[in-house]
């Protein structure tokens, strides 16, 4: 489709194991970004992707989180020795543009959402 | 730092009733504010937005009007349906900051 596509849906994981879900972006969008919505909690920041770099990495809650953008398409994010903290949907969001408030944009469309359960 | 409060939820209605679904924010410099909604199944879908004071975002019958002297940009609609039924979610950008801050999201459930 031409939707943002993030997989998997749902997946679960062993504490300790590692996990890699990935995002495929609209075609074209340059801007990309991964936030996390847990139980009670808002969405949560974690990077933001220009191309295939990454200018604000701020929300990456620590060293076990990483995250990877080639091709100015794809991304994938990885946790390493997963927490059962780490439990949360995790949501991919594109744009055709970084957002900024002086272009008064804002819309970042966004994919389904991986489920993750760490046990 | 920025931060959006949302009204907690979940929020039941019958259908055709009137819905509030209040917001405020705390914000560095003057923010572009955003209701976003995540019907079921789906990915978040920008609903409306305001980009300054008293502006009124409109879209799908839904109205926000940006208040910067109450820091509030509360959703209303005048008479909900079944298909309303969805997390709503409300956000802002400030300044030369490349993300936005969302709030916890309420869930609106509509019956018949």
């Known amino acids: 489709g031409a939707g943002v596509s993030q997989s998997p849906s749902n997946k679960v994981t062993e504490k300790g194991k590692d996990v890699e879900l990935r995002c495929d972006p609209i075609s074209g969008h340059t801007a990309l970004y991964w936030y996390r919505q847990s139980l009670g909690q808002g969405l949560e920041f974690l990077i933001y992707?220009?191309?295939?770099?990454?200018?604000?990495k701020s929300g990456l809650p620590s060293d076990r989180f990483s995250a990877e953008r080639t091709g100015g398409s794809v991304s994938t994010l990885t946790i390493q020795r997963t927490q059962q903290e780490d439990s949360a949907v995790y949501l991919c969001a594109s744009s055709l543009a970084r957002i900024r408030l002086a272009d008064n944009t804002g819309e970042l469309f966004f994919g389904e959402g991986s489920r993750l359960t760490v046990l | 730092g920025n931060s959006v409060t949302q009204m907690e939820g979940p929020v039941t209605l019958s259908e055709e009733a009137f819905l509030t679904i209040n917001c405020t924010y705390t914000a560095t410099g003057y923010p572009s504010l955003f209701w976003y909604v995540q019907y079921p199944g789906e990915g978040l879908q920008l609903l409306l937005k305001a980009t300054k004071a008293d502006d009124k975002g409109s879209n799908k019958g839904f109205e926000a009007t940006y208040r910067k002297e109450t820091t509030s940009f509360h959703l209303e609609k005048g008479s909900v349906q079944v298909s309303d039924s969805a997390v709503y979610f409300c956000?802002?950008?400030?300044?030369?900051?490349?993300?936005?801050?969302f709030g916890t999201g309420t869930r609106l459930q509509v019956t018949l």
């Open positions: 956000a802002l950008i400030t300044g030369t900051a490349s993300k936005l801050t």
């Open positions: 992707f220009q191309g295939n770099s990454a200018p604000d």
